[in-house]
């Protein structure tokens, strides 16, 4: 039965579990992947909690994921006001 779905059992660490806060994200690319990085920004600092890979295709669903749940999200609570803001430059340091 070719439309029959499998389920898929899916493990999550605590540590991950927890999350982590991001009020910013950082994204690059290169012909193979996608690389997000989200941060915590406290001036005159940030700090990244998480960085992501992923490969085009995946980013592209990512970001039709995203469309269609703030949709979702606007149709429930509201239309969600696009603030304009300035973007930090944000310069990398590692530790």
């Keep these: 039965m070719p439309n029959e779905q499998q389920q898929i059992q899916v493990k ?3 540590k991950v579990l927890k ?3 991001a009020n910013l994200a950082q994204i ?3 012909k193979e992947e996608f690389v997000i990085d989200f941060m915590t920004m406290m001036p ?3 700090i ?5 890979y992923m490969n085009p295709a995946h980013a592209k669903r990512l970001g039709h994921a995203l469309l269609e749940n703030v949709k979702k999200y606007e149709d429930q609570f509201g239309k969600i006001e696009d603030v304009a803001q300035q973007t930090p430059e ?4 590692t530790s």
């Design 12 to 14: 999550i660490s605590d």
């Design 19 to 21: 999350g982590v806060y």
């Design 28 to 30: 690059a690319h290169s």
């Design 44 to 46: 005159p600092q940030g």
């Design 48 to 52: 990244v909690g998480a960085r992501v």
């Design 90 to 93: 944000v310069g990398f340091k």
